[in-house]
C-alpha cells in the first residue's frame, strides 16, 4: 500500500536570489511551491504562482519517512523561499 500527501502553499514572495531550480535555475517574485510525499520522499516543485510551468526545486527529493517530517520539509521551503539567496530543497 502507498501511503501519500500534497501540501501546497500559493503567493510566497521570494526574496532576493530566489528559488533555484533543475531546469531553469533561479526563480523569483510571486511563487506557487507544492510538495507530494510519496515512497518515503518529499518531491518539491515550484512555479509562478498563476502559470502552467512547475520546475523541480534544487536538491528534491529529499528523503522523509513519514508525513509529519515531509510536512515539515515543505514548511522549511516556503521559509527558505522567502528567505531567497537561491534556496534549495532542505536536507
Not at 11 to 29: M, N, P, Q, Y
Request: aromatic share 6%; no cysteine.
Amino acid at each position: 500500500m502507498n501511503t501519500w500527501a500534497t501540501w501546497t502553499t500559493q503567493s510566497i514572495h521570494a526574496g532576493h536570489g530566489g528559488v533555484l531550480t533543475e531546469e531553469i535555475g533561479a526563480i523569483t517574485g510571486d511563487l506557487t511551491l507544492h510538495t507530494m510525499w510519496i515512497d518515503g520522499e518529499a518531491r518539491l516543485t515550484i512555479q509562478y504562482t498563476g502559470s502552467i510551468d512547475w520546475f523541480t526545486v534544487a536538491g528534491s527529493p529529499v528523503r522523509a519517512a513519514d508525513e509529519a517530517t515531509a510536512r515539515n520539509v515543505h514548511q522549511a521551503m516556503v521559509e527558505g523561499a522567502k528567505a531567497g539567496g537561491g534556496a534549495r530543497a532542505p536536507q
